[in-house]
């Protein structure tokens, strides 16, 4: 089987900040990392390459500093790591990003899975998936919390949802996201470091994947973001009720009482 | 479905759909959050509402009395489509955007609006925006303007799609509880319905679904909630969320809690509000040894009264607090209860 895992870098913690002119994320000077669900779609990737064998591809568009996750999941022993990097594609929305991993993914080639996270912390869209899939004209499962290849070679796919979860019979070429119930992702380990040094990180750029330039990066991004503000300050009535347990507990069941929260 | 570049090719585009989130044929409440919303900007442009309800509908004359407030409701009725068919109501969709030409296409930011919306926007050559918490459209541009937290709840951001058609927005269910329940505006006005069915390529990429299980979804009915008990890492340990939830339990309400508390284990991630978890807008939210860092905010600070109890009188959460009460927490609660306990013996 031969699968691509899509990561991407998000910034850690809450450092992010938003550039002026674009109103998009500002990544210079934020110290960047895997985005957590991806490392479970990553884990999910290494579990399949082996009970089914194959090939495990991993591939990001971003920044070259972006380098550093590919490298680590190389130490966590994938077979390749490919980065996507081109002017171009600079300041896509997921409309102009699911295209340009999907030309991506056509160009790697006899692709029969493509695993996700279910969404990055940094846009929480959860669009980018679907997105690659209707970009390939693939199928697609969402929110998968386990999947399991029968001895026929059936994957079977349990998806979650508000009310409980199903599970499907997932067609291959399909796309997936994965949420973290999915598995414990693996540690790297001092060989699998040292093995990923000796391996390249190949760069593709447009040219590479034959990506349209009318259709990636701001212009070719069907959204744009028009303001930014900051969310409203609430308005409070600010009691404070001070004193023993007893006499705040009282204070407590008096003001819902009046306020016609309980009976 | 195309890049509508010229004036003209825009006004080929108009009303407002919702797409309607069906199970088994019943409508999901928080479609009426989106379709109050949507009737709204049908007629900030003069527009029409369209609610598209696609599923096993057992009794078509009631989804006409659900959606009393719609001018057109968009009927595929398929004993195929009971479950979660990504692929084919995407498929669905598309054809029916090409046919009819919304200028405006909302769906709820369900897992399935989530899953379905992407692959629809891509495959209509579609703008969208994920997560919508407010709404608002150009009267003379028919343009939406679509507002959702960014950077963990950090800003607001307001993004446009100005050059394609439709446009398309997922709105988080909870924020947009103005549902349309007054009638009078309503009488003498019926819903028009039309019957579309699914095509052979739609019908062929049906999933082939083996079970259904509904008991352990990602989320429960927090949203639904009037009265929300929440704990965060301040309580101590899980064993302290018995406490509130043995309030919550004798008042109606239901127990949340803060991230902190989930990636401590002391709760399910189904339980969690913030800007990863759920967004609530409860009548009354209880604050229980939670700090209140912005993305617990983002995810409460809706809710009409907010109670906040902690030991540390400075945390975020006592400043925005409509009663901030210094103090630990179970202990103050445990004796709310034992209050409620006797109130009820005096009956």
Request: hydrophobic fraction near 25%.
């Given at each position: 089987m031969k699968i691509v895992v899509c990561i991407k870098q998000v910034p850690a913690g809450n450092s992010a900040s938003i550039d002026p002119e674009t109103k998009r994320l500002k990544r210079e000077g934020v110290e960047s990392v895997i985005n957590p669900y991806d490392s479970y779609a990553l884990e999910e990737g290494l579990i399949l390459r082996e009970k089914l064998g194959g090939e495990l591809i991993v591939l990001s568009m971003g920044p070259l500093k972006a380098e550093k996750i590919l490298r680590d999941s190389l130490a966590l022993s994938a077979d390749r790591a490919i980065l996507l990097n081109d002017r171009s594609f600079a300041g896509s929305d997921t409309w102009a990003t699911s295209y340009i991993l999907s030309k991506a993914v056509e160009k790697i080639g006899g692709v029969n899975l493509v695993i996700c996270g279910?969404?990055?912390?940094?846009?929480?869209?959860?669009q980018v998936g679907p997105g690659i899939a209707a970009h390939l004209n693939w199928r697609q499962a969402t929110y998968v919390s386990n999947l399991e290849a029968e001895e026929d070679g059936r994957l079977i796919a349990e998806r979650m949802d508000e009310k409980g979860s199903d599970r499907i019979v997932l067609e291959t070429p399909s796309v997936i996201t994965v949420v973290k119930d999915i598995n414990n992702p693996r540690l790297k380990t001092i060989k699998g470091i040292l093995e990923a040094r000796k391996k390249d990180i190949e760069i593709w750029n447009s040219e590479s994947i034959g990506s349209d330039p009318d259709l990636t990066g701001l212009d070719g991004s069907p959204t744009r973001v028009v303001k930014t503000s900051l969310p409203p300050a609430r308005e409070s009535m600010v009691l404070k009720f001070e004193g023993d347990a007893v006499y705040v507990s009282g204070k407590i069941i008096d003001f819902l009482k009046e306020k016609e929260i309980i009976r | 479905m195309l890049k509508a570049d010229s004036g003209k090719l825009k006004a080929d585009f108009r009303n407002i759909w919702v797409v309607a989130e069906l199970e088994n044929g019943e409508v999901n409440p928080v479609s009426h959050e989106t379709g109050g919303r949507g009737r709204g900007l049908a007629d900030t442009r003069s527009s029409e509402l369209w609610i598209i309800a696609a599923g096993n509908l057992k009794n078509i004359d009631d989804l006409a009395d659900e959606f009393f407030?719609?001018?057109r409701i968009l009927i595929i009725n398929?004993?195929?489509?009971t479950g979660f068919n990504d692929e084919t109501e995407s498929e669905l969709i598309r054809r029916l955007i090409e046919k009819y030409r919304p200028e405006t296409v909302i769906y709820s930011a369900t897992a399935r609006g989530r899953s379905i919306a992407p692959r629809i926007a891509v495959l209509s050559d579609a703008g969208l925006t994920a997560d919508c918490t407010s709404l608002d459209i150009e009267d003379t541009t028919g343009n939406l303007l679509q507002t959702r937290p960014a950077f963990g709840g950090n800003i607001l951001a307001t993004i446009k799609s100005?050059?394609?058609?439709?446009q398309m927005a997922t709105v988080r269910p909870g924020v947009m509880k103005n549902h349309i329940r007054d009638r009078k505006d309503y009488q003498g006005r019926k819903p028009l319905f039309i019957n579309e069915s699914l095509n052979s390529l739609e019908s062929s990429l049906l999933k082939n679904i083996l079970s259904v299980n509904r008991s352990s979804g990602i989320v429960h009915s927090i949203a639904d909630s009037e009265l929300i008990i929440s704990g965060g890492r301040g309580l101590g340990c899980g064993e302290a969320f018995r406490s509130l939830d043995k309030f919550a339990k004798m008042t109606g309400g239901a127990i949340a809690a803060s991230r902190g508390a989930v990636d401590a284990g002391w709760v399910p991630y189904s339980l969690q509000i913030g800007q990863t978890g759920q967004t609530v807008q409860a009548r009354c939210y209880i604050a229980c040894g939670i700090s209140g860092q912005i993305q617990h905010l983002v995810g409460m600070q809706s809710c009409e009264l907010i109670i906040a109890i902690n030991r540390d009188p400075e945390a975020p959460m006592m400043k925005i607090a409509d009663v901030a009460v210094t103090g630990d927490a179970v202990d103050i609660v445990e004796r709310m209860s034992e209050i409620m306990e006797r109130g009820m013996h005096d009956f």
């Open positions: 279910k969404q990055a912390i940094d846009g929480d869209t959860a | 407030y719609a001018d398929d004993e195929r489509l100005e050059n394609h058609r439709p």
